[in-house]
């Protein structure tokens, strides 16, 4: 059985920083496995803000983290880990991690792991970020 444990959430000063872990054990079959983080404020949707795939480190980032945040892991089964910087109030969230086998396809032309919720099988329970001003 697939599981994942998000750590690192927590409070913090506008322009400071967190670093989110998350654990992944289970696996039985690692290939062609995508990791990506997600957020979420009551009331809205799902927004997936960064992705990995590991076997070669391309990443994605959405507008609204890109150049503050950094996702990294070694391989599939590693942990992974979103490392965010310089943060905003707006970044208050519940953080979650997924994987998922199937989560691969285009995106400007290269192939990418893509932010979207509906093509990752595993998710962790979520870490609960606060950014005050």
């Known amino acids: 059985q697939v599981k994942l444990l998000e750590s690192g959430g927590g409070s913090a000063q506008a322009g400071g920083s967190l670093r989110l872990s998350c654990v992944v054990s289970g696996f039985t079959s690692s290939s062609s496995i995508c990791t990506a983080w997600f957020r979420q404020v009551p009331g809205k949707e799902r927004e997936g803000v960064a992705t990995i795939y590991p076997f070669n480190g391309r990443t994605y980032y959405s507008d609204s983290v890109g150049g503050r945040f950094s996702i990294s892991q070694d391989n599939a089964k590693a942990p992974a880990y979103l490392q965010m910087d310089n943060l905003k109030p707006e970044d208050t969230a519940t953080y979650y991690c997924?994987?998922?086998?199937?989560?691969?396809?285009?995106?400007?032309?290269?192939?990418?792991?893509?932010?979207?919720?509906?093509?990752?099988?595993?998710w962790g329970q979520g870490t609960q970020v606060t950014v005050s001003s």
């Open positions: 997924a994987t998922g086998h199937h989560a691969g396809g285009a995106y400007d032309g290269v192939w990418t792991c893509l932010p979207d919720q509906r093509k990752y099988d595993y």
